[in-house]
């Protein structure tokens, strides 16, 4: 049982266990996520930082070729000119000042028309239409990258407005865009090294510079920015929402993973007078611009995955422990390693193995008992029991043939499984090792003769169908002591004794409502006392009745049962208080009243609460000292002697009498005489039953009695029947007699008839 119990519970541990493994486990995947989606944050903010300064570094660099430019065009306006000519010949000459920078190309815009150096009108339609929508804001500014057609080159445009010169209303300067389109040396490297590539590009997407690029990348000056990524990403949402941002000139930044590793665009766009010129873009791996964060993740989930393998590795481990040690187990459990013989599982499996192998066969399942195991077993330890079952296992297994088998159940209990042509062919196997076992007790102790007895089932009976409830019907049979013995002291299963099982379903299933319906009624059996010819008073007895039928069921019927389902404690209760009613109601009417006996089973005597339930009952009717005694039976009394004699005590302080019921019956002691102080001892009938034909069982009788007597205890000898008893008793001391000879048990109606006839005879 507490092995059970502590399975049970080490299965919910293992289960407990495990859930918080699962609870860990997600909750670390979930923080790692987590946590690795602020690692893409980090690296994705680093990585716009990156082209964010490269952006600004632009626009230092264009602000600086601004001034230049605004510096020619000062230079020009603040001089004399003869002619139109002389104007363009001498812009022209200016322009290649290395004061102005490397300016590429000079045109200017006069009174709406645009003219180029050689003072030609220029076809305006051929110009980029960024200058001329830059032109007509007449402010000083970038209007970005041109291609211009003329000198096929790209070049980056500024236009410079001029006021009240007569020659020109404003410049437009251009200079290489490799000069433009620079960075500083303050721009340091290592933004740019930790890349795939770092460019600017033009509003159309034109790479117009490439700041740094690894050699698994192609990209060119003059490619496409686009067509670049389009072969790195495939991701067409991210490409589509990276091109709005380069023509719009904003910053953004994208992680996109590219053959398993995390990438990141990011993109901030360079803009004047609010449209696109540039946009500086870098590609990066994620890993490499935020190395600390994807390192620390790395050693998480390195430590994540060995703690993971460790637990894996320790489940496995312990699910192969518990595999092997169920085995172990399984075969401890196979063999009573201290009788030397199979358990009773492993009985019972071998058991239906055979008997389904032999179908023709007729098998008996018998189980053989230590008659007393309890009580012997207080006597000699149990060392010397376990001796005496050794022993019986050898004897057992002698008479086994081939497919017999032999198992031990517990307790001084075997179980035999043994096939027979006729029932006498068992009685022939058994009864000579029974007598064997008699004999050969001697050898272990010398204070008892082993008496022992059986149960038998025959699988013709087809009651049961596993070999667990054979067993039990064995030992039913074996324990339905009412019934005959079939051969020695074995009983044999029978439609009778199936009978009563089927009785024995009713009785569970009804005895609640009985107890409710008031079904059991209390009888009163009077004694009477021989010595002094007078009456003694009464023991309580329990009957069921069946008012359907009219008629009454013997407690011998029902009491083991309710021993087993402790049923017996609630009846007893029951009978009791039904006692009390009875004295407190013959007191208030003063009708002739004797003191009453009533009977405590060991169950109800052992329950915690026993003497206050009965001291409680006994002043709720105001019963008077002396006049109730208790019947314990003799049994109890060496079950726990200890026990007894603390009730005893404890009753005897509450004004109860205390009787030993069936005195004799069983492994009565002197010592129970001696040291239960008892006011009254109840010979059992077998002293009486067979007519005193032994010399002995008088003498025993004899000296009990006096014994008793010189202790002060009344002797009463139940189921007195004749007068010639009675004469013997009175002759050998016994004061009080119960039985047939005297009266029945009686119906409490019948019983207050009694005691007046009695009244009315004196
Ligand atoms: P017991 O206490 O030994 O009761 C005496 C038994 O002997 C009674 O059987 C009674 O009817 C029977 N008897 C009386 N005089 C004679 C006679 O001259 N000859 C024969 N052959 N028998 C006689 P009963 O009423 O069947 O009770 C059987 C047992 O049931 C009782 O044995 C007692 O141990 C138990 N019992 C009865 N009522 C109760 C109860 O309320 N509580 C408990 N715990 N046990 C009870
Ligand atoms: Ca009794
Ligand atoms: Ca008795």
């Given at each position: 049982m507490k092995k059970k119990s502590s399975g049970k519970s080490r299965g919910y541990f293992l289960i407990i266990m495990c859930l918080v493994c699962v609870l860990m486990i997600g909750s670390s995947f979930a923080m790692l996520s987590n946590y690795s989606g602020t690692i893409e944050r980090e690296s994705g903010e680093v990585a716009l930082s990156f082209v964010e300064g490269a952006a600004n570094n632009l626009k230092s660099s264009i602000d600086a070729f601004k001034m230049k430019a605004k510096s020619l065009a000062d230079t020009v306006a603040g001089m004399e000119y003869e002619s139109d000519i002389d104007f363009a010949t001498r812009l022209h000459r200016l322009s290649k000042d290395e004061r102005f920078g490397d300016v590429m190309f000079v045109r200017f815009f006069n009174n709406d028309k645009e003219y180029d150096v050689s003072g030609q009108v220029f076809e305006s339609e051929m110009e980029a239409p960024a200058v001329k929508k830059t032109a007509e804001l007449r402010t000083l500014s970038c209007a970005g990258v041109i291609a211009d057609r003329q000198y096929n080159l790209s070049t980056v445009a500024f236009c410079v407005p001029i006021d009240g010169f007569d020659y020109a209303d404003m410049l437009v300067v251009c200079y290489p865009v490799t000069s433009v389109v620079t960075y500083s040396a303050s721009y340091t490297t290592e933004n740019y090294e930790n890349s795939r590539f770092v460019a600017f590009c033009a509003?159309?997407?034109?790479?117009?510079?490439?700041?740094y690029r690894d050699e698994n990348v192609d990209v060119q000056q003059h490619g496409n920015i686009y067509e670049i990524l389009r072969n790195e990403i495939n991701d067409k949402n991210i490409l589509d929402g990276f091109r709005v941002n380069v023509e719009a000139g904003t910053s953004e930044k994208y992680t996109v993973d590219v053959a398993g590793d995390k990438c990141i665009i990011s993109v901030c766009g360079v803009r004047e007078n609010g449209n696109a010129i540039f946009s500086a873009v870098g590609y990066y791996m994620a890993e490499e611009i935020y190395k600390t964060g994807y390192d620390v993740m790395r050693v998480i989930l390195g430590e994540f995955f060995v703690f993971f393998a460790l637990a894996l590795a320790l489940g496995i481990y312990g699910i192969i422990e518990r595999r092997n040690n169920r085995k172990l187990l399984s075969t401890m459990n196979d063999v009573n390693k201290a009788v030397g013989c199979y358990s009773r599982s492993k009985f019972e499996r071998v058991a239906i193995e055979i008997i389904s192998r032999n179908k023709a066969t007729s098998f008996a399942i018998v189980v053989i008992d230590i008659n007393h195991y309890d009580y012997i077993l207080e006597q000699i330890g149990t060392e010397t029991m376990l001796n005496i079952v050794r022993h019986l296992k050898v004897l057992y297994n002698g008479i086994l043939g081939l497919d017999e088998s032999l198992g031990y159940i517990e307790n001084g209990r075997f179980a035999l499984l043994l096939h027979y042509r006729q029932v006498g062919d068992l009685a022939d196997r058994l009864l000579p090792v029974v007598a064997l076992a008699t004999q050969h007790s001697s050898q272990f102790t010398d204070s008892f003769s082993l008496v022992l007895q059986g149960g038998i089932y025959t699988?013709?009976?087809?009651?049961?169908?596993?070999v667990t409830k054979m067993i039990d019907l064995a030992i039913n049979a074996e324990n339905a002591t009412k019934f005959p013995c079939d051969f020695g002291s074995f009983r044999i299963y029978n439609e009778t004794l199936y009978a009563s099982n089927i009785q024995n379903d009713y009785i569970e299933t009804h005895m609640e409502s009985a107890l409710q319906n008031h079904d059991f009624k209390v009888f009163y059996q009077a004694k009477y006392n021989i010595a002094e010819d007078r009456p003694d008073g009464c023991e309580a007895l329990v009957r069921w009745y069946n008012p359907s039928r009219d008629e009454y069921m013997q407690p011998d019927v029902f009491l083991p049962l309710f021993e087993a389902n402790r049923f017996i404690i609630k009846l007893d209760h029951y009978v009791f208080e039904q006692t009390c009613l009875y004295i407190q109601d013959a007191v208030i009417n003063g009708l002739p009243l004797y003191p009453i006996s009533v009977n405590a089973s060991r169950i109800t005597a052992s329950e915690k609460d026993f003497v206050k339930f009965y001291t409680d009952m006994k002043h709720q009717y105001n019963i008077a000292d002396g006049f109730i005694t208790i019947e314990f039976t003799e049994s109890f009394a060496y079950e726990d002697y200890d026990m007894l004699r603390s009730i005893v005590n404890e009753l005897h302080k509450n004004g109860f009498k205390c009787s030993i019921d069936d005195f004799g019956s069983g492994f009565s002691s002197y010592n129970i005489l001696k040291e239960l102080p008892m006011d009254e001892i109840k010979l059992d009938r077998f002293f009486i039953k067979d007519g005193y034909s032994h010399d002995r069982d008088m003498k025993i009788l004899s000296s009990i009695i006096s014994l008793a007597r010189d202790l002060h205890m009344k002797v009463t000898q139940e189921g007195v029947e004749t007068q010639e008893q009675v004469d013997l008793l009175r002759k050998l001391g016994c004061q009080v007699v119960q039985g047939y000879y005297y009266s029945k048990p009686l119906a409490l109606t019948d019983y207050i008839g009694f005691l007046s006839n009695e009244k009315k005879l004196k």
């Open positions: 509003a159309q997407g034109e790479i117009v510079r490439v700041l699988t013709d009976r087809k009651i049961a169908d596993t």
